[in-house]
């Protein structure tokens, strides 16, 4: 599959984006990149083998006494102890349930009714909830692992199936705790958090406001657009030229942006972005990033980064007026980017394979 994924893709890159294939389908004109029945089936398989494997597992637990440091990864987290560590678990669940949302009769559709039933359950998910109680326990997962699992509530909010509705209902007092844990630490969060990885605040704060507009949480919704312009409303000048940072997943400067075209309103927003970023800037973004060696866990967070660079073009060219110079170029990169990194999804590492199928889903179907 890994072969003919890649002989795929060198294909549509000589060609011009015009190809289609039984996996994806590129737009005659490069606006869009649909995935098909059959590519949903391919990526599916990849969190549905890793939801019940338990090692290898980054836990990233604090130990308060031998008893909580002898507990195995099941034990600790019952719902989300697949898939490496926890956010992948809790994101590889929102990737199959939206697969399954759009894709009704996907081959894998009973597995993963199966698997989902024995992971998100009532008791499984107090557990977890219990979890976020602990002592030392405050930040844990701040604010990455929180985003995911609000997207997570968030697809299963919107979606009309039996199976649906009794997970959104078990998974209820952990997004509450979430969501009470965020509106606290608002208003301490002096500074955001500019990395390209796990805490950076802006991808964190898309997905809760995503979330709380979907659900119509008007107080949560207030809060992160206040301070989201605290935060950020006065960047001008973004150095996206030290861009990507060696094990970079995410763009600071392309996460920046697609919060705030959310967050303000189109006119101030162009204003804000025109001195944010220059042409300059913004065009060293949609270089490829190199991706030396994909068995390495943090080098191979680059494919991450062609993903979520390519979410995040296609976003802002679609805010952006059709006199804009910039709207052919973000949606050719957005197609360049995703094409580099479809093939490695299914590269048999299981340093990509445990989390690279959801931001893949994600770029394509959001």
Request: proline share 5%; aromatic share 12%; with cysteine.
């Amino acid at each position: 599959m890994r072969t003919f994924l890649l002989t795929f893709f060198i294909a549509i890159t000589i060609c011009g984006y015009t190809q289609t294939s039984h996996l994806f389908i590129i737009n005659k004109d490069s606006s869009g990149f649909e995935l098909t029945r059959k590519g949903a089936s391919v990526l599916a398989a990849l969190p549905l083998k890793c939801l019940d494997q338990e090692y290898p597992n980054k836990t990233s637990h604090t130990s308060t006494s031998d008893s909580d440091h002898v507990l195995t990864p099941k034990q600790i987290h019952p719902a989300f102890f697949g898939c490496f560590d926890w956010h992948s678990c809790v994101h590889g669940h929102w990737m199959m349930i939206r697969l399954l949302k759009k894709f009704p009769d996907l081959p894998e559709a009973a597995a993963i009714r199966n698997a989902i039933n024995n992971t998100i359950t009532a008791g499984n998910i107090l557990t977890e909830v219990k979890y976020f109680e602990a002592p030392m326990a405050n930040a844990w997962e701040r604010t990455y692992g929180w985003a995911w699992l609000l997207k997570l509530d968030e697809e299963l909010s919107t979606w009309n199936d039996e199976d649906g509705k009794r997970w959104h209902a078990a998974l209820q007092p952990l997004t509450q705790k979430i969501i009470a844990r965020w509106m606290n630490f608002l208003p301490k969060q002096t500074y955001p958090n500019r990395t390209g990885v796990h805490p950076n605040t802006a991808f964190g704060l898309v997905f809760a406001f995503d979330y709380a507009k979907t659900v119509k949480d008007s107080a949560f919704e207030k809060a992160i657009i206040f301070y989201s312009k605290k935060l950020y409303g006065n960047d001008k000048n973004v150095p996206a030229s030290w861009e990507p940072d060696g094990s970079d997943f995410l763009s600071p400067a392309l996460e920046e942006i697609d919060l705030m075209r959310r967050v303000l309103p189109k006119n101030t927003f162009m204003k804000w972005f025109n001195s944010f970023i220059s042409p300059a800037a913004l065009k060293h973004l949609t270089k490829l990033p190199i991706i030396s060696d994909r068995t390495d866990y943090q080098i191979v967070h680059l494919d991450g980064l062609c993903f979520s660079r390519s979410w995040c073009m296609k976003g802002l060219a679609n805010v952006l007026p059709a006199s804009s110079p910039y709207k052919k170029m973000l949606l050719k990169s957005a197609i360049q980017h995703l094409s580099a990194a479809l093939p490695e999804v299914v590269s048999g590492n299981y340093g990509g394979e445990h989390w690279l199928a959801s931001f893949a889903v994600y770029a394509l179907l959001q």
